[in-house]
């Protein structure tokens, strides 16, 4: 029962361009999401969340928006960088919860 | 350094074997948890550490996986009688015991069970 999709497992764009990373979710107990990025040989690292109060969070580069309505949540990278590239996992939780539950993650590139 | 160190970062052994994965959180981390990442999936939540105790332990899958945290620092995962299904990668991870602080990864360790 995957609760956390993420259905593109691969997304490539050119560099200055923007990147979009889709999650879908099912549980409507969900109230808290994250966004991670990992590098091969490391463990992931946050990158930005969103609460459900929120419909949108901005950090520098990274925009993440939330569709509680779509049970749908999205990262806006602009521009895109090649140190962007990277898999990203979305996150879900209940807040206060302290089980994160993962997408399966997409592996983005960055074409020069 | 400042971040999640886990040991050893690579592990091979034999089917049947006891295996043990050790994690040292960042200071002042009260949470810690363990995931698994099998090839091709996304993060499977495994056990949760609040201080030196297991408020959920919900994740393990099996009797063979058990974890202990002691002195509300260092955590062993241990796998007993390893499967070739275990074969994935443990990732440690710990936090501020603030509700849905950023979890800090560890870069892992890679259990391969032949």
């Known amino acids: 029962d995957q609760q956390v999709k993420q259905n593109s497992p691969s997304l490539s764009v050119q560099e200055g361009r923007i990147s979009i990373l889709n999650c879908d979710y099912t549980?409507?107990?969900?109230?808290?999401f994250l966004w991670y990025k990992k590098y091969p040989a490391e463990g992931p690292t946050f990158l930005i969340s969103?609460?459900?109060?929120?419909d949108k969070n901005e950090d520098g580069r990274f925009t993440v928006f939330l569709n509680k309505s779509a049970k749908h949540l999205s990262l806006h990278i602009v521009p895109s960088q090649p140190g962007d590239s990277a898999v990203y996992f979305c996150a879900a939780a209940n807040f206060g919860n302290e089980k994160l539950t993962f997408g399966t993650g997409t592996r983005l590139t960055i074409i020069p | 350094g400042a971040g999640v160190s886990q040991s050893p970062s690579n592990k091979v052994t034999e089917k049947g074997k006891d295996v043990e994965l050790r994690c040292d959180p960042i200071s002042g981390h009260t949470a810690l948890y363990w995931y698994r990442q099998r090839l091709g999936q996304g993060l499977e939540f495994l056990i949760y550490?609040?201080?030196?105790?297991?408020?959920?332990k919900s994740g393990l899958p099996s009797d063979r996986f058990s974890a202990e945290r002691t002195g509300e620092s260092v955590s062993t995962l241990t796998i007993q009688r390893t499967q070739q299904e275990d074969s994935a990668v443990y990732l440690c991870?710990?936090?501020?015991?603030?509700?849905?602080?950023?979890?800090?990864f560890g870069n892992g360790t890679r259990l391969t069970v032949t």
């Open positions: 549980n409507s107990m969900f109230d808290y």
């Open positions: 550490f609040q201080g030196n105790s297991a408020p959920d």
């Open positions: 969103i609460s459900s109060i929120k």
């Open positions: 991870a710990s936090s501020l015991k603030v509700a849905n602080s950023p979890l800090h």
